[in-house]
């Protein structure tokens, strides 16, 4: 008998790739952080002795749920500026909450709270936008934690970079470089909109982004203000703008999405774009319906996303992907427009093409890193299971995930974090709270805490 680390064995196993597929009576073998096997359970039990068997008879087996846009570390503002629509949200309420009070280590311990939030609700990768990556890239590898890390740029100065070529150097510097070849860090470039950079600044970060051979996320088209203000500044709209500065491409994560005309969807397909859709966030703060439907419809691809804890507030994908598909039926006058199978694809086998991370994760195929999520379906909440998909995409909640994998190691056996002291990581988010709630500076601490 062949040697594997772990044999699960849910009740039902959703591997995504071929479509439309559920199995049952199904083993998963893991070894070495890949998926080695997926057979039946009497070949699986012939072939194979495991170091450890996973029995999950109540569960649905997914492949890891991904999260393609979010801000980590913003979690530690969660609820700060409730009530507000997107302009004054940011103005009034996290700029000056973010110039006061981001760090490297706010970034830290909100980004171990995001991961810890995310792994209990099935995330084994998330696609992060923030100051301080460097620090979001070391926070994830010592949690053992899947991350697209996106380095921010923008013209202006801020705790982290003083203008743009530093932002771009230390992007280089401090978080391409270290992680170009680590298993579990991928990067990119993150301008967070075009109201934030010179058409200079977006040449000089394309070419860099070129010769460094990395993708580009920047939240675009989110809100009808942003259209405006582009025309009379610049008299384009911001998909163009970036067209014509090279950066519509396949390349482009583009965020949001919101307000886009026919003739800008079929330009994204036609250029290869992806969309990162974050329907709460855009219900939160007022932004609008994205046209999910039309982006369906033109072949464009679209991924999901919670945005930031400050935007949403949780970052729950199951949540997104429920609220996803209640808004496309809806908008559509067809409660067949946005079926349970595709909207579970937008957070899993469409997300990792999104990412570029198509390759490696987004289905449960041989030969893919073992990023796995078993989802509790015996809850009263939902049962009967008559299709276990349907089940996961409009039943299940977050709490419902009992046990996830991020290549091949176990982050939550049974509902539990096994690599997370919650009880610590809660002390340093309650001192957070104090200190922002006081408006007093928090006192530093060694790496080592």
Known sequence: ???CDTLILPGWCVPIEPRGTVLTDIAVAVTDGRIADVMPVAEAHAK???TVTIERPDHVLLPGLINAHTHAAMTLFRGLADGLPLEAWLRDGIWPAEKRWVSAEMVRDGTELAIAEMLRGGITCFSDQYFFPEIVAETAVDLHM???VGTPVVDFPTSWAADTAEYLSKGSDLVHDPYAD???ISTCFAPHSTDTLSDQSFVELRVLADQLDIPVQIHLHETATEITRSIAQTGKRPLQRLADLGL???????VHGVHVTNDEIEQMHDAGVSVAHCPKSNLKLGSGFAPLNAYREAGVNVAIGTDGAASNNVLDIL??????????NA?????STLGAEAALRMATFDAAEALGLGNEIGSIETGKSADLACIDLGRCNSQPVYDPVSQVVYTAAADQVSDVWVAGRQQL???RLTGIETPDLLARVEEWRRRIGQGTKPESRSSDQ
Do not use: F
Not at 248 to 254: D, F, G, P, T
Not at 319 to 328: G, N, T
């Open 1 to 3: 008998m062949q040697h």
């Open 48 to 50: 194979y002795q495991p």
């Open 146 to 148: 899947r991350a697209v």
């Open 182 to 184: 680590h298993p579990l």
């Open 248 to 254: 519509v491409n396949s390349s482009l994560l583009a």
């Open 319 to 328: 949540d997104e992907l429920r609220i996803a598909a209640l808004i496309a």
């Open 331 to 335: 908008t559509s006058g067809d409660a």
């Open 413 to 415: 056996d049974s509902g």
